[in-house]
């Protein structure tokens, strides 16, 4: 991460002392939840009055690339806290830093993309992007010339300068053409991050890579027609993606009429073994809930959204990246919440219409920019933080309340746990339905000017 030198450099031995042990809690945190389920993922949540932290990556079956994915987050979280402690007496401003991850396959070959946004003062969040690519049958680390013919990269970076180009062209956007021929030149570094689909091989190009940061990434698709003779033969052989409306139940909500309800939330999802335990037990409880996804995180776990859609579950936005939306621009803003739109469509056939943003930050003009119902809680049962189901639970029955948005995360087991104990304890005095549910039986007009924290 670049840093001003400007920043009044802190060298106490206290400071060093605090990251050292950071990274050597954060390296065993990882490693330890490493074998808890099915498809491991640790995650780490953490508000300071000075900083917000949210992380989560991926297991792997390559320990080498485990182990450089542990190294690389490690880093990125060791510099951005060595910046916010750098920081700690010169401004007010609250940091952030987003660690993301998505995963791509194709034929032999799988893609882990991490993700990683800090926002430190300025006008804007900072972004980094590290891809490994690895052959599944092998576990060898590869890398865009594994795709290629042999004399193909030339070729390549050829039409990644055409369709760059043509890109600033029909935008109608003053370029630099030697800033682009250099960010498109046939050098590894230029090309770390790329995937294969039905429309052709998409290049993603980081800021400052062909052009200024406020032009901001620049993400190109080259068809498949074109690339005939540059990427090998068995990978333009993609099929093209239909989507299909998933099927959904609807349940009879006329035996919840005169009873109290309770709306069950689930932010940072979907995920393998948490999500599909809570999907397990919903029926026991005739309980419905709500789902508020992330988008990059929607394509790994796409079967357990589906599950939880043709269950008759509300599937909602949390954006795509988890960002402050504070901080964005507006273009940025809208991509947060359009790309998490389109990815969620592209697997259950149908667009969100409730919104949830990131720390319940919105105002009335990202209203107008996403155009979606706000969706918020009064309940938050601080699960994150205690990652104990008893406490958890204990959470929910003292504050629940006929029309509560109950605030959870199913990126965590014992979060779910707690949710169905507390479901046990109240499932003589209170209906658990979803948002869409509770709307329904209380016959709510919803306004998307507003923000809701209950019905």
Request: charge should be negative.
């Amino acid at each position: 991460m670049k840093r001003s030198k400007k920043l009044r450099l802190k060298t106490s031995v206290r400071n060093v002392l605090v990251v050292v042990l950071i990274m050597i809690i954060f390296i065993s945190f990882g490693i330890s939840k490493l074998r808890d389920s099915k498809k491991f993922e640790a995650h780490e949540i953490v508000e300071e009055d000075n900083y917000t932290l949210k992380i989560d990556y991926p297991r792997v079956e390559n320990k080498d690339l485990e182990q450089k994915i542990l190294t690389y987050i490690g880093n990125q979280k060791e510099a951005f806290l060595k910046t916010v402690y750098e920081l700690e007496d010169v401004t007010e401003t609250k940091s952030d830093l987003s660690i993301t991850y998505t995963e791509d396959s194709w034929l032999d070959c799988r893609a882990v993309h991490i993700n990683v946004y800090y926002y430190t003062g300025g006008a804007h969040y900072n972004k980094e992007t590290k891809s490994y690519y690895f052959n599944t049958k092998n576990g060898k680390l590869v890398d865009i010339t594994y795709f290629l013919e042999e004399d193909g990269f030339k070729k390549l970076a050829n039409l990644a300068y055409y369709y760059v180009v043509k890109y600033y062209k029909e935008n109608d956007l003053v370029y630099d053409e030697e800033w682009i021929k250099e960010g498109t030149s046939s050098k590894l570094e230029n090309y770390s991050y790329f995937s294969i689909d039905e429309k052709g091989l998409n290049i993603l190009f980081t800021y400052y890579q062909v052009g200024p940061h406020c032009d901001g990434e620049k993400s190109i698709t080259i068809p498949l027609k074109e690339l005939k003779g540059i990427v090998k033969e068995k990978y333009l052989t993609t099929e093209e993606q239909v989507i299909e409306v998933v099927k959904r139940e609807k349940r009879d909500l006329s035996k919840f009429a005169g009873k109290k309800l309770l709306a069950f939330t689930f932010d940072d999802g979907p995920s393998d073994v948490p999500t599909n335990k809570l999907l397990d037990n919903l029926d026991k409880y005739d309980a419905r809930v709500s789902f508020f996804v992330l988008g990059s995180r929607v394509n790994t776990y796409k079967d357990t959204l589906k599950r939880a859609y043709e269950m008759g579950n509300t599937i909602a936005s949390h954006t795509y990246s988890h960002l402050n939306l504070y901080q964005l621009s507006d273009y940025d803003v809208i991509g947060e919440i359009n790309r998490t739109n389109d990815a969620i469509e592209s697997i259950i056939g149908v667009k969100p219409e409730f919104l949830r943003v990131p720390y319940g930050n919105t105002n009335a003009h990202i209203k107008e920019l996403g155009n979606m119902i706000t969706v918020l809680w009064d309940v938050d049962t601080e699960d994150w933080r205690y990652k104990n189901a008893n406490t958890v639970k204990d959470n929910i029955i003292k504050h629940a309340h006929d029309g509560a948005i109950i605030l959870l995360h199913d990126i965590y087991t014992t979060s779910v746990e707690g949710a169905v104990l507390a479901m046990e304890e109240l499932k003589d005095e209170y209906a658990f339905v979803s948002i869409e549910e509770m709307i329904e039986l209380k016959k709510i007009n919803l306004d998307k000017t507003k923000t809701y924290f209950n019905f």
